[in-house]
């Protein structure tokens, strides 16, 4: 079946635009998260969905950093005035219920690059 | 602050060679997953470790859970070219409700 799907796969952007990177995760995920992986480095978690709320927006940075999730389906991260030290690859990955075993599944992510 | 640390983050070898990877996580956590990553592509599980004592194999790889001392190790044995690829583990804080936290990964590479 279909896996967690990103769009756009690459976005470049100037310097305080606003991006919005979109992830449709696997057909009857209920549980749905954001990773950043910067160059080189492991994945940093951002923000994670149980349906369409987040009990967990732990990791987002600052307040330039929103999600949300619609029909326990979509879920869209924006950046807003995007800065340099935001470029990253972003991650979506989706599990079935987000409980205690289960295997997260990522998308093939969005590479962010902010001139 | 829960810190997952890889070690190496460089690994050459020859094939056919074996050798390990190692996974130290700085609180207690029950839940352990590797992960693989090829150039430009996105992550693939490989395992999941509940439990300590849990060892899991596919192929040449095999992983291990030591929760008392908080280490897991990937084991390659055989390696060949193919396995070259970057490796994650990564653990879940006692509570949560799956936000990984990701070392910082090991850089493989089998030459012929």
């Known amino acids: 079946g279909a896996g967690v799907s990103q769009s756009p796969s690459n976005k470049v952007t100037e310097k305080g635009k606003d991006v919005e990177l979109r992830c449709d995760p696997i057909s009857g995920h209920t549980a749905l998260y954001w990773y950043r992986q910067r160059l080189g480095q492991g994945l940093e978690f951002l923000i994670y969905?149980?349906?369409?709320?987040?009990?967990?927006k732990s990791g987002l940075p600052s307040d330039r950093f929103s999600a949300e999730r619609t029909g326990e389906s979509v879920s869209t991260l924006t950046i807003q005035r995007t800065q340099q030290e935001d470029s990253a690859v972003y991650l979506c990955?989706?599990?079935?219920?987000?409980?205690?075993?289960?295997?997260?599944?990522f998308g093939p992510g969005t590479r962010l690059t902010v001139l | 602050e829960l810190k997952v640390e890889q070690n190496p983050l460089f690994l050459s070898m020859q094939e056919g060679k074996n050798y390990t990877i190692y996974c130290n996580y700085s609180?207690?956590?029950?839940?352990l997953y590797w992960y693989r990553q090829d150039p430009g592509k996105s992550l693939e599980s490989l395992f999941v470790l509940l439990s300590n004592g849990a060892v899991k194999q596919e192929g040449r790889l095999m992983a291990s859970l030591d929760t008392k001392a908080r280490l897991s190790t990937l084991h390659i044995t055989a390696a060949v070219h193919d396995l070259s690829a970057t490796y994650f583990c990564a653990v879940d804080r006692i509570g949560s409700q799956g936000n990984l936290i990701f070392g910082k990964g090991t850089k493989l590479s089998v030459k012929p």
């Open positions: 990955a989706s599990s079935i219920t987000g409980g205690y075993t289960d295997t997260q599944y």
């Open positions: 969905f149980q349906g369409n709320s987040a009990p967990d």
């Open positions: 609180t207690t956590s029950d839940r």
